[in-house]
């Protein structure tokens, strides 16, 4: 994934958790992945997430991995 995929992947993921109403560590719990990980994704300091944990962080919010790589 280039970088402008990943910073559409974070911003995508603090658009639909905001939505949702919960807080990162709450996105953590409910998708089984570290708040860490949820911060450094969002934040845009992992520059390559895994596909399995962008998939985890889909499930959780109720969206499809292509609702978060489109713009």
Same mark, same amino acid.
């Given at each position: 994934?280039?970088?402008?995929? /990943?910073?559409? %992947?974070?911003?995508? &993921?603090? $658009?639909?958790?905001?939505?949702?109403? %919960?807080?990162?560590?709450?996105?953590?719990?409910?998708? !089984? &992945?570290?708040?860490?990980?949820? *911060?450094? /994704?969002?934040?845009?300091?992992?520059?390559?997430?895994? %596909?399995? *944990?962008? #998939? #985890? &962080?889909? !499930?959780?919010?109720?969206?499809? &991995?292509d609702d978060l790589? $489109? #713009?």
């Amino acid at each position: 994934m280039s970088k402008k995929e /990943i910073s559409t %992947i974070a911003k995508n &993921i603090k $658009k639909y958790r905001d939505k949702m109403g %919960i807080s990162q560590d709450k996105l953590s719990k409910l998708a !089984d &992945i570290t708040l860490y990980t949820i *911060t450094k /994704i969002e934040s845009g300091a992992t520059p390559d997430p895994r %596909i399995e *944990t962008v #998939k #985890k &962080i889909a !499930d959780a919010l109720g969206v499809g &991995i292509d609702d978060l790589m $489109k #713009k």
